[in-house]
């Protein structure tokens, strides 16, 4: 089996107290303060499960959010059917040096299983299937830029995370409290669940952790509890 690498943590914007609610103004990394009247990239965060696929060039695996985290059937065998060892090979060949060895390699797809029997309202995503979007890929420890993501997508026909354009922190928050439909679902009537925001620039903190933020609809107070 691959080797597993969990993907990047994704703080929320603030701090939490002792009974888990945000502290509005209290930001919960330094970096957020500092680059919050920038523009940062949005993306509409999926209520699912976080998944990968692993391709070394002779093997294609499919990871679950942790090594040994439990992934439902139904997904595994949609992702089983999505992306095939062909198509891996035929995107990401193998490639030899100058004596003919091997150049060793690791791809990992990053995204999001959803639907039907994922997480309590999968259902309203996708009523009797389940699917699978792409929020990230790595090559050789090496993240890609979003039109390299893209390019890659489009060859192996996989679906991408929504894109929300160019917000601010605050504007990204107030579309959150707001509340906005998921472009996604069958259900028409449903609330996304939020944003995650990447700045324009790949930026790392001093732990060489990626900076990336995520806004949740449900962290905030609303009429309808």
Known sequence: MLKHKTYTKINTLYKRDEKGKI???DFSRPEFEYLHKLPWIAYEKI??????????????????KTENASIPNHLFA????????EMMEKVFPLKYDEAGNEIPMLVIIYGE??????QKGGGRYISNDVN?????????????ELDDVKDICSKL????????????IEEAEKMVIKGFKSTISEDETLIAEGLVLRPK????????????VKIKYCDYPHENG
Not at 78 to 85: A, D, G, H
């Open 23 to 25: 502290i509005l103004g």
């Open 47 to 64: 209520d699912g499960t976080n998944m990968s696929y692993y391709w070394d060039g002779h093997t294609l695996e499919i990871h679950g």
């Open 78 to 85: 949609k992702m089983n059917t999505m992306v095939t060892k």
């Open 113 to 118: 299983g959803y639907g039907s029997k994922i």
């Open 132 to 144: 699978f979007r792409v929020f990230d890929i790595n090559i050789d420890n090496w993240w890609l």
């Open 157 to 168: 026909n996989l679906e991408m995370a929504v894109p929300y354009g160019e917000l601010t």
């Open 201 to 212: 620039v790949q930026l790392f903190n001093k732990r060489g952790e990626r900076i990336m």
